[in-house]
Antibody
Framework: QVQLVQSGSELKKPGASVKVSCKASGHTFTRYAVNWVRQAPGQGLEWMGWINTNTGNPTYAQGFTGRFVFSLDTSVSTAYLQVSSLKAEDTALYYC?????????????WGQGTLVTVSS | QSVLTQPPSVSAAPGQRVTISCSGSSSNIGKNYVSWYQQLPGTAPKLLIYENNKRPSGIPDRFSGSKSGTSATLGITGLQTGDEADYYCGTWDSSLSAVVFGGGTKLTVL
């Protein structure tokens, strides 16, 4: 059973950084790519981009370049999202989600979400 | 403003059938597969339909998907109160080189 378990909620001040983890289990880590999806309070889903778990190569969606970094630690089957210079508008739920290489752009499995709150 | 357009809300009585539309363009739905996600209150989204009309293991056949041209539709039959959720369509946009979602549709089972 594929599972993605994310790190807990974070409360950060504006200008700080945050690192969210997404630990995979139940499958070979390199079998699926890891995507990141943002959901602002009361809003819809927004794709942030993805990281290739075989090469470590990240791809960022428009609007998520510069302050956002995707990374991996394959030794512990974990993907990371780091956001720097946090702003109030970064307050959101952040989800990791997998997609199968070679399949359509659909997300088979999702983490439970990590709430990041940016407030002074 | 979402790239894909969904109605903000739909409602129907228990046992009835409801459809949720998702409208796009030639650069997204027109040339790529559509997927649908169910987000129950306070939970993460779950994949309901992929590649337009396929259901992952464990998804009941009350849920169906279809696509025609630049639009897609999610159908739910035999509505249950447990189906109350937000539903999102998603696809790849070849012009944006990005996954795009609809704004979401809130289903109320009256």
């Amino acid at each position: 059973q594929v599972q993605l378990v994310q790190s807990g909620s974070e409360l950060k001040k504006p200008g700080a950084s945050v690192k969210v983890s997404c630990k995979a289990s139940g499958h070979t880590f390199t079998r699926y790519a890891v995507n990141w999806v943002r959901q602002a309070p009361g809003q819809g889903l927004e794709w942030m981009g993805w990281i290739n778990t075989n090469t470590g190569n990240p791809t960022y969606a428009q609007g998520f370049t510069g302050r956002f970094v995707f990374s991996l630690d394959t030794s512990v089957s974990t993907a990371y999202l780091q956001v720097s210079s946090l702003k109030a508008e970064d307050t959101a739920l952040y989800y990791c989600a997998t997609h199968d290489y070679g399949s359509g752009a659909h997300f088979d499995y999702w983490g439970q979400g990590t709430l990041v709150t940016v407030s002074s | 403003q979402s790239v894909l357009t969904q109605p903000p809300s739909v409602s129907a009585a228990p046992g009835q059938r409801v459809t949720i539309s998702c409208s796009g363009s030639s650069s997204n739905i027109g040339k790529n597969y559509v997927s649908w996600y169910q987000q129950l209150p306070g939970t993460a989204p779950k994949l309901l339909i992929y590649e337009n009309n396929k259901r992952p293991s464990g998804i009941p056949d009350r849920f169906s998907g279809s696509k025609s041209g630049t639009s897609a539709t999610l159908g739910i039959t035999g509505l249950q109160t447990g189906d109350e959720a937000d539903y999102y369509c998603g696809t790849w946009d070849s012009s944006l080189s990005a996954v795009v979602f609809g704004g979401g549709t809130k289903l109320t089972v009256l």
